[in-house]
């Protein structure tokens, strides 16, 4: 709103010196010194309002704690040194929630060290209440490890009596932190990191016999399915750009691999058939996605032999 639609609008000028203030130079104006300490009044008014409907809506952004992708400098709180159970600890009463969403997740890597652990879990508990969502699920999540429940619904327990997880669970719109931990015989270990374009994992999906575990990865690009025997330490093919290639070569389009490893396509209705045979649906992109292709992918891990159908519904 103008200034002088502001002043019109509260009824403290006449519409007479409206009228002559738009008239700007063309005409001299004379305005009671009562109505100069008015305007003034209202100059001082607008601006403290400005000021105070800025500094409301910046608290609005910031209220939701709000992050796209964590890399591994992020999620060492700087300075960056070996592992520090103390560094995170002190960082749990930081007034940056950004800190202690970090911490409480790095100090489930506290679990191999009891005294260290039991100390994480005291000072974790009470988040668990905490009004950031984010901040409560995560604290959640870490008693629940820390305190060897393992009843989250974020822990995979598998035939060999580990299980697996993530940490940073659900941190992004794409999904958690791109490594998979694993505890077995009471002691923790990172089990695999993915690499770029991996950025996130979006789901984890065990078998019916839960010897082997399907891990669907994704950027903000492209998606990929990898099937592991974690026992064995067994991995399969990469399946969504095998799929890409073998359906292309059907189809004679031109299937070179992205310097970036970028593959453009996606991965709907993935399941388990049997203990050793998977099935989804993939939508893939040929010629710089100028070409979109839906498929049904079987595979058999055991025999490493995929089957690659035109998906018709």
């Not at 006449?14 to 009671?32: Q, V």
Request: a negative charge; hydrophobic letters at 40%.
């Amino acid at each position: 709103m103008k200034k002088e639609e502001l002043y019109k609008e509260i009824g403290l000028i006449d519409e007479e010196l409206i009228e002559a203030a738009g008239r700007g130079g063309k005409e001299k104006m004379r305005i009671p010194v009562k109505w100069v300490a008015v305007a003034i009044c209202l100059m001082i008014f607008s601006s403290v309002s400005t000021a105070t409907l800025a500094a409301a809506y910046y608290k609005s952004q910031n209220a939701e704690l709000y992050l796209r992708y964590l890399t591994a400098e992020d999620m060492e709180l700087m300075p960056t040194t070996k592992y520090d159970v103390e560094k995170f600890l002190n960082a749990l009463k930081s007034n940056n929630d950004e800190y202690v969403y970090i911490a409480i997740n790095r100090l489930v890597e506290s679990f191999n060290d009891p005294k260290m652990r039991e100390k994480a879990l005291t000072e974790i508990k009470s988040f668990m209440q905490s009004d950031n969502a984010k901040i409560a699920d995560a604290a959640t999540f870490a008693v629940d490890i820390l305190s060897q429940k393992f009843e989250s619904h974020y822990v995979y327990h598998l035939a060999d009596g580990s299980i697996l997880f993530t940490l940073f669970n659900n941190y992004s719109d794409y999904g958690s932190q791109n490594v998979l931990w694993r505890i077995q015989n009471n002691k923790l270990e990172q089990y695999v990191s993915f690499s770029n374009p991996s950025m996130y994992i979006k789901e984890i999906i065990p078998s019916p016999d839960r010897k082997l575990v399907a891990i669907i990865t994704n950027s903000n690009k492209s998606e990929f399915v990898e099937v592991m025997n974690i026992e064995e330490g067994k991995w399969g093919p990469e399946l969504v750009e095998s799929a890409r290639v073998k359906y292309g070569a059907q189809k004679a389009y031109d299937t070179w691999i992205r310097s970036d490893h970028e593959n453009y396509s996606y991965v709907n209705d993935f399941k388990w058939k049997d203990d050793n045979r998977l099935e989804f649906e993939g939508s893939l992109a040929y010629n710089d996605t100028e070409i979109i292709e839906n498929v049904i992918v079987n595979y058999k891990f055991k025999e490493k032999v995929m089957e690659v159908k035109e998906l018709t519904k």
